[in-house]
């Protein structure tokens, strides 16, 4: 994180670093929050910007708008009320990754849950997939990462889309 309260300076910054996410008071010191959203945004429209008042009004929640502002917050602001809203905005950026354990087991969780409901044993799976017991087994356990032709293997052999194995994640 990196927090300046000099607009000349942040836009220095954003010149210079990857930033993804810009919050942007509307009072500063020599430059109108707004002009500085404009700034940012002519700089790298893929910035996600958040507006962060203490004063808030129509007038300047509609610039914010017509800015394509991805929140216009009031200040004082509950942290809870922040959080999500930091998240929300870092999930539609595409910000927000799943640490690839999470995601090996919803795979897993789904690849178990639609062989038992097709009444299936692990060995009947390994039949039809052309692949061993013991990697079923693991990829159902979270243990091991299976590649995308593994994943269409058991997609095809259990009737899903593969895309259907990643429902859950």
Known sequence: MTVH???GEAMKAVRNGEFQLAIVDL??????????????AALD????LVVLTGHPSLESASASIEREV??????????DDFRSTMMRIAKKKGLVRRPESELLAAIGTTIRGLR????LTLKQ????????????????????AASVSTLYKVATAL???LTDLFADC
């Open 27 to 40: 009072i500063m010191p020599g430059m109108d929050g707004l002009d500085l959203i404009e700034q940012i």
């Open 116 to 119: 038992k409901s097709r009444e």
């Open 125 to 144: 799976l390994a039949r039809r997939t052309q692949l061993s017991v013991s990697l079923l087994s693991q990829i159902e356990r979270a243990e091991s």
């Open 5 to 7: 309260t000099d607009p």
């Open 45 to 48: 429209s893929d910035i996600a």
């Open 70 to 79: 991805s929140a216009y917050l009031q200040k004082p602001i509950e942290l």
């Open 159 to 161: 009737d899903v889309r």
